[in-house]
């Protein structure tokens, strides 16, 4: 049986892992930590002396529809079921009111039209200039050579967008689906977003959300359907060469000794590690994203999620029956250096606007997570630094959100990487394997 070592136990490792376990290689991937999932994870934490540990996500993850990758990995696991997909987008504006977006009964592009045209957030002017906009991107798309080096908002102002256009619904958008500003995003992932979310397909846009905590999607019993996979945990992998994997941890206690060797080897750790493991680390920036976690003592919303215009929280999803919310803010930048403190009185300030009921509730329980790392910086001119599944050293390939996938660092773009770097290996043991599953579109 061919032999692989993967290192890194997140989105990318897992699922090479599963491809090639799938396909009978036989699979032993290090995890440096005690869990699997990396940045997609869940762990238990205790907000107070009183209170009862709770399995919390270490962000809200959601996916849309045209993941078909991690929906492709989800599958292999059996846990597929486990997604809920919703329809309606929500946006709020300060004071309550909602605006609902959901396709209707015309076929794509055209399918939004109704909802679209019955935004209350948005007034006439800016509704022509996105339908403008959206139909000069799929122009455009292909058409256009400098994607890469021009950013969104200069896109966006050379479609003469309105104000409110840019704030209410192109950065509402895609500032989360890309976790950067528009002003630094490079156009071509704002074009990736809106083609294959919001045009290509009609349920593209259908936005999926985990019903159980994120470490539960690859929770141990799971691989057992994937007989070659052995998880190795508390594994840190300190070497990478061609001559196989240094390994330290627990692995370490093993007969096989320190040095692990295979026929393949594949690094799908974060970009900022593969210089200490002696593999040349691409010229990337990260962007933040940080997540607050309010308990309260009473119901304070029905509403499954919705994304918050105009203040510093850009989304709300409802974790448990309108008491437990989680609020996202990304390409969080502004909010670095506020202690969790402050950052929980703007998070519940901002509440306040948008649900009434919460200026009754008293707070319970809070907690921030700060992810300093969360993903590379999608600048213009980034592309070409971004490499692709093939290392330099002839038995070693790459994976990570961060290699060139032709998606922004999402729980999709890892999983696409994950499964590149697996046909890599695959064609150099001598096998065909298509794992890769193309684009919606
Ligand atoms: C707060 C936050 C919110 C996000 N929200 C979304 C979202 O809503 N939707 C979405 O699609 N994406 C989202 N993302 C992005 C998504 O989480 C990532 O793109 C994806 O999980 C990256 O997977 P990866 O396998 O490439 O890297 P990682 O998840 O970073 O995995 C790398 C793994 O390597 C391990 N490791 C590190 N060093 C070593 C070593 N020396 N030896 C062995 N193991 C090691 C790490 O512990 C980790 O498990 C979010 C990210 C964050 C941080």
């Not at 970009?271 to 962007?287: C, I, M, Q, T, Y």
Request: aromatic residues 10%.
């Amino acid at each position: 049986m061919h032999k692989v070592l993967i290192a890194g136990g997140g989105l990318a490792g897992l699922s090479a892992a599963a491809a090639l376990g799938g396909a009978g290689f036989e699979v032993d991937l290090f995890e440096a930590r005690p869990f699997l999932g990396g940045r997609a994870t869940s762990y238990p934490i205790s907000a107070g002396s009183e209170c009862e540990p709770e399995t919390i996500d270490n962000c809200q993850h959601i996916l849309l529809r045209c993941c078909v990758n991690l929906l492709d990995f989800y599958g292999r696991l059996g846990v597929r079921d486990r997604i809920k997909f919703y329809r309606e987008f929500y946006f709020l504006e300060p004071g309550g009111r909602i605006s609902v977006l959901r396709r209707g009964r015309l076929p794509a592009p055209f399918h939004f039209a109704g909802s679209f045209l019955r935004l209350h957030c948005l007034d006439r002017h800016d509704k022509r200039a996105i339908a403008r906009a959206l139909m000069a991107l799929r122009r455009e798309r292909t058409r256009r050579k400098d994607l890469d080096r021009i950013s969104m908002l200069d896109w966006l102002l050379q479609k003469r967008q309105t104000p409110h256009a840019i704030d209410r619904f192109w950065r509402q958008i895609l500032v989360s689906a890309v976790n950067e500003d528009l002003e630094r995003m490079a156009a071509i992932h704002g074009f990736q977003v809106f083609w294959q979310g919001f045009l290509a397909r009609a349920d593209a846009y259908e936005m999926g959300v985990p019903t159980v905590p994120l470490g539960d999607l690859y929770a141990a019993a799971r691989w057992k359907r994937l007989g070659g996979v052995h998880i190795h945990f508390r594994s840190p992998v300190e070497r990478i060469d061609e001559s196989g994997f240094l390994v330290g941890g627990e692995a370490a206690e093993e007969p096989a000794g320190r040095l692990r060797t295979a026929g393949h080897y594949i690094c799908a750790l974060p970009f900022e590690r593969l210089n200490a493991v002696g593999l040349d680390a691409p010229k990337l920036e990260h962007s933040p994203i940080t997540g607050v976690h309010l308990w309260f003592d009473r119901e304070v919303t029905t509403l499954p999620h919705a994304t918050l215009l105009d203040r510093t929280m850009q989304w709300m999803f409802n974790k448990d029956g309108g008491r437990y919310l989680q609020l996202v803010v990304s390409a969080s930048r502004d909010l670095t250096n506020l202690s969790r403190a402050e950052i929980i009185d703007i998070a519940v300030g901002d509440l306040r606007l948008y649900f009434p009921r919460v200026r009754e509730a008293n707070l319970v329980k809070a907690h921030v997570i700060k992810e300093q790392r969360a993903t590379f910086a999608p600048a213009p001119d980034t592309e070409s630094l971004r490499p692709t599944p093939e290392s330099g050293l002839p038995k070693v390939f790459l994976a990570g959100d961060w290699t060139r996938t032709g998606w922004p660092a999402t729980m999709e773009g890892a999983v696409r990487s994950g499964y590149m770097a697996a046909e890599g290996v695959a064609q150099a043991a001598g096998q065909f394997a298509r794992f890769l599953v193309p684009d919606i579109a």
